[in-house]
């Protein structure tokens, strides 16, 4: 016989699952829990923003007219009709009456009726500065499979792959508007995900901040475009819209620019928008343009020289640290953009290595607000000690030593010019050659080969230190003859730059296991130098032309996804 089941349990109150009252604002805008906390929730405490409370808040739902809206949207309607031609049954025969688009704040995928204001707001900023177009230079976005090379797709779907079609098809609309809400915390991401490694400018928290504002700068709008513009180079999903972003970015710039003229000071954020621009055109645009846009992010530093400099004494508690941090992370990626530049063609460099700017800080200290106090270049470049600094700092000197180089080349050019005595070339050529030898160990003990192969500036930094080993070879090379006494030197070069030579070709055969987007934008400078150094000096061994195929297979490799390559042809020496 079946036991009855006694219905009578004693049910408790369950617990409250959260403490009464409304979420923040700041919890709501991130679609997290807000534990309700007084008078500063937990999220917006550990976060450092003020936790705002709205009550009460608006009714839930659509908005007023959004349903008939849709309904107009995929005609369905008392007022509208689709028509079919009784003579064809295929999709063609369909019509359909005009409607006004909606704008959506995400990227959808609609009918070919779309404009562009279905992915874009409307609302443009107070930057923009008319709508003529750009004289020459188009973005080249081609991401066409190359062997050997991973094209990412950003992890792309069918859906996603329809998007990017219709997005090709848009984009020639887009003039600078307010983009989507997602499509800028998109942009944002990618920009720090894939490009701030290479270009650690901005404090993250710092540049959300000021985002968020409505009262922002015009430089700082200016800078968030070039943000979004380098982003989308480095993105399958949203390639297709960066030259429209490109275009906007540098009208408002050069608008700028003819305001801030007769000013006293320039804001830091207008430098790095042209800096940003800068990278960009040498990967998209072309090498000549993106070259004059790094000039005029040079000479703003300039005439803004005090702002950047550092005294011997500084008192980390009475000045603005991440506001001072920021600026010599200005300087010090221009200082190194003009200099790697520069030895590819040859030019006389902008900075020189004599300033009083200290170096960047470890990344860690920066972004968290740690103030820390940091040494001079000189300090960085004589030090003996394996001390693991940050690759920001590691691309710093690597960028300084191969300016000697180039420095060294140039002083040589002028006494063979008027025949001064070779002593002061083979002093310079020592002491340059101790400094590389001496920094590359330090180097290679702080990141052994199996790590530089894995981090795409390491790569990018393993590189240019052997680069620079060619470098110095080619120099000796010029002034060395076959009677000359100095052959025995000649001998020991010959031999650093065949092992360089070798390790050189291994880090380039790792550059097709990164992820394509992820490389360094400059990374077809050391890859032509070697390549114009396999060329020339094809009596140093046969395995050299299997060399010079492998480095010209990269450079091919990364013509889909960076336009500098054939852009530094013109400069071969």
Known sequence: MPQSVDLNVKSSTPPARQNPGAACEECRRRKVRCDRQQPSCGLCLSSGVQCQVTTPRPPRGPKRGYLKALQARIGIGSSDTITISPEDTTIDGLTFNDHTPLTWDFPITTDDGTTLHDLCQVTAPGTASGGSSLDGGSVHASTSPIQGFETPTDGMGFSDAVLSRKMSELSDGLDGSNISTLMQAELNQLYFDRVHSFAPVLHQRRYFSWARSIAKTEAQTCLRYAMWTLAASVSAHYQNIGDSLYRYTRRALESLDSKCMGLAMTEMEQVQAWLLLAIHEFMCVDFSRGWVSAGRAFRLIQLNWLQYSDGPDVNLGQTDWVDAEQKRRTFWLAYCLDRFVSVRNNSPMTFSEQ???????????????????????????????????????????????????????????MDNMYLNESRDFWERQEWINATLVQRMEVFSLNYPMAVQEADPMLLFIGMMWRTTVLYMYQLVKAVIHPTDEKRSVLADYTRQSTMAAKEIVSLTNKLSQLNSFKVHPLTPIPLSLCAEFFGSYRELGDTYSKQLQDITEAMHGLMSFSNLGPGLGAYAR
């Not at 103030?371 to 000197?397: N, Q, Y």
């Open 355 to 413: 300033n009083t700017i200290r170096l960047p800080a470890p990344e860690l200290d920066f972004q968290n607000e740690q103030p820390t106090l940091t040494g001079f270049l000189p300090e960085a470049i004589s030090a003996r000690d394996a001390i693991v600094t940050s690759t920001f700092t590691e691309s710093i000197v690597v960028a300084t030593v191969i300016g000697r180089a180039l420095s060294h080349r140039q002083q040589s050019m």
